[in-house]
């Protein structure tokens, strides 16, 4: 019987219910870490910032996530290129051992890897929750198409792919 009572304690204690609440009362919603990373994120992370929130495990959690990723080349999304826009993001450690941005082009839909172009791209955004652009500078290696669709984004035309003849 003592091997019976103890079973049933331990499954009320580990019931997917939880504890019973008071007719009416709100339960409290838990914050998931990917909510967290994605409120807490920042392109660039500011240290003195980071210092006057280091109590909050969320700042704590952005901050490792943002010294794990490799911030020498930016994975870029060329799919709204006609519209003028395009999306800039760091590379993780996966796409770092695969070579993608570095040995082959870092456009998202793109594995070219002959005839790579490094890039220097400014990037304007800002971070949610402040009202002030930042601007940061981002190297992006890219084949030529993507190259050019790249250039046409900063307002100059692209390059022509034909090479003047010297005459001799």
Same mark, same amino acid.
């Given at each position: ?18 504890? #019973? ?5 709100? =339960?409290? $919603? &838990?914050?998931?870490?990917?909510? *967290?990373? +994605? ?42 290129? #006609? ?5 800039? =993001?760091? $590379? &993780?450690?996966?796409?770092?051992? *695969?070579? +993608? ?68």
């Amino acid at each position: 019987m003592r091997r019976h009572e103890a079973l049933s304690s331990t499954t009320r204690a580990s019931s997917s219910r939880g504890p #019973r609440r008071a007719r009416g009362e709100v =339960r409290s $919603r &838990t914050v998931t870490t990917e909510e *967290a990373l +994605v409120r807490r994120h920042e392109l660039v992370r500011d240290d003195d910032k980071d210092r006057a929130d280091w109590d909050s495990w969320e700042t704590r959690m952005a901050v490792r996530y943002y010294r794990r990723l490799h911030k020498e080349y930016a994975i870029v999304d060329l799919s709204r290129w #006609r519209e003028g826009q395009c999306g800039l =993001r760091w $590379r &993780t450690e996966a796409e770092v051992l *695969a070579g +993608v941005g570095e040995t082959t082009c870092a456009a998202r839909r793109c594995r070219e890897v002959a005839d790579l172009r490094t890039f220097e791209v400014p990037f304007a955004y800002s971070d949610p929750g402040d009202a002030k652009t930042k601007c940061e500078l981002v190297k992006v290696r890219v084949c030529a198409a993507c190259g050019d669709k790249l250039a046409t984004l900063g307002g100059t035309p692209p390059r022509s792919a034909k090479r003047r003849r010297t005459s001799e």
